[in-house]
């Protein structure tokens, strides 16, 4: 059986356009349609959950203006 793959954007959710196939008139296919994932999806979330626990770190102790631009300016001193 031979393979062709062609990506293609869904514009209507009710029918799909497909066109320029390397196939004769009457040649009988197999039509699969998958879905491409997200690579990012799994990202985002878990960057999502990792600003969760950060933000909870201080929830009980919240850090002030002063503190966080001390901080920063430590950093940038290499301390």
Do not use: C, W
């Not at 059986?1 to 296919?29: H, W």
């Not at 979330?45 to 909870?56: F, I």
Request: aromatic share 6%; charged share 25%; no cysteine.
């Amino acid at each position: 059986m031979n393979a062709y793959k062609k990506y293609i954007t869904i514009e209507d959710p009710k029918q799909i356009i497909i066109s320029d196939l390397p196939f004769q008139p009457g040649q009988r296919v197999e039509v699969i349609i998958l879905a491409e994932d997200n690579p990012r999806t799994p990202l985002v979330e878990r960057l999502q959950t990792l600003l969760k626990q950060t933000q909870a770190l201080h929830a009980d102790n919240p850090m002030t203006e002063a503190e966080i631009a001390a901080e920063i300016e430590a950093y940038r001193q290499g301390q």
